[in-house]
């Protein structure tokens, strides 16, 4: 699989920083604890429910660093996608800050609610993200979990993570001459792990 980024230039400054904001999605059909846990993992990619579209729309007025953001990495499965493109409009639509759509932040897992389809049938769902969703990193079969066998697997997969978000951190930076904010949409149990923190938040709080 291809870098999240190729880094080629110059470090950064020493007085400038590259700042990671992570965001889980929002409530999937596959987070109702109405539904067995068994019922939950067998769902195929699941869509936000009609409360989760109401969190991501409120994100749009609650996330306060909306005006710093400079590139967003999302995890290709739908209910990420679906959180980006709703509670973060202003800068995908309007302000066209990229998005990438990134399969290393995708949840942990093998089971089909954590398992994507391809690139071309997920933007059928939203097409007004064509174009403006950079799918280059998920090419076919990209959802397909070969990592379970691998020792480590965890802890690989979240240090290649943290390298390739400080090189496109850099690489930006470089560019723009100032601070670089990164928008991480992605899984509470990914992200748990992302930050160190993955025994305090158990699967589905």
Not at 6 to 11: A, E, F, G, R, S
Not at 94 to 110: F, T
Not at 137 to 156: H, M, R, S
Request: hydrophobic share 35%.
């Amino acid at each position: 699989m291809q870098s999240l980024s190729v880094h080629t230039q110059p470090k950064l400054p020493p007085k400038q920083r590259v700042y990671v904001h992570c965001v889980r999605h929002a409530q999937a059909h596959h987070n109702l604890k109405t539904l067995s846990s068994y019922t939950r993992k067998m769902l195929p990619d699941p869509r936000l429910t009609a409360l989760g579209i109401r969190q991501a729309m409120a994100l749009a007025e609650r996330f306060e660093h909306m005006d710093k953001i400079n590139v967003v990495a999302c995890s290709p499965l739908r209910r990420t996608v679906h959180t980006a493109y709703v509670g973060f409009r202003p800068l995908i639509l309007d302000k066209k800050v990229p998005v990438i759509a990134y399969p290393d932040i995708k949840e942990w897992g093998n089971a089909p609610s954590s398992t994507g389809v391809n690139m071309s049938e997920l933007m059928k769902k939203f097409p007004e993200l064509e174009g403006k969703l950079d799918t280059r990193l998920a090419t076919d079969g990209w959802y397909k979990n070969t990592e379970l066998g691998i020792p480590d697997y965890k802890e690989v997969r979240v240090e290649r993570v943290r390298k390739e978000l400080w090189e496109l951190g850099q690489v930006n930076g470089v560019k723009k001459g100032e601070d670089v904010h990164i928008l991480v949409v992605s899984h509470g149990a990914f992200l748990a792990t992302l930050e160190g923190s993955e025994s305090k938040f158990p699967f589905g709080s």
